[in-house]
């Protein structure tokens, strides 16, 4: 049974950190290029982070450009988001997603609060 399982959100004050992290299971995670969403009340999901499946290539919205890093553990089969320099806008349900050139998973979501 494939699974994506985040943890790590909460509320934090602007300015804050939060370190996200997805632990995957049920597939060969090696084989699958990671990348975190979001989505936030009344909008679209918009993609935030992705990395391919070796960690050799990472892409950011330019919105969080600077400010998060993706980076993944295959040995832990876990990927994570580090969030620094955390703004009001950046309030959203963060989603963890996995892909591969036949499939794709979707993570149930990890709500982030940014407000002081």
């Known amino acids: 049974q494939v699974q994506l399982v985040e943890s790590g959100g909460g509320l934090v004050q602007p300015g804050g950190s939060l370190r996200l992290s997805c632990a995957a299971s049920?597939?060969?995670?090696?084989?699958?290029?990671m990348s975190w969403y979001r989505q936030a009340p009344g909008k679209e999901r918009e993609l935030v982070a992705t990395?391919?499946?070796?960690?050799?290539?990472?892409n950011y919205a330019d919105s969080v450009k600077g400010r998060f890093t993706i980076s993944r553990d295959n040995a832990k089969n876990t990927v994570y988001l580090q969030m620094n320099g955390l703004k009001p806008e950046d309030t959203a349900v963060y989603f963890c997603?996995?892909?591969?050139?036949?499939?794709?998973?979707w993570g149930k979501g990890t709500l982030v609060t940014v407000s002081s």
């Open positions: 997603h996995a892909r591969s050139l036949f499939d794709y998973y």
């Open positions: 049920g597939f060969t995670f090696i084989n699958y290029a």
């Open positions: 990395l391919t499946s070796n960690g050799g290539s990472t």
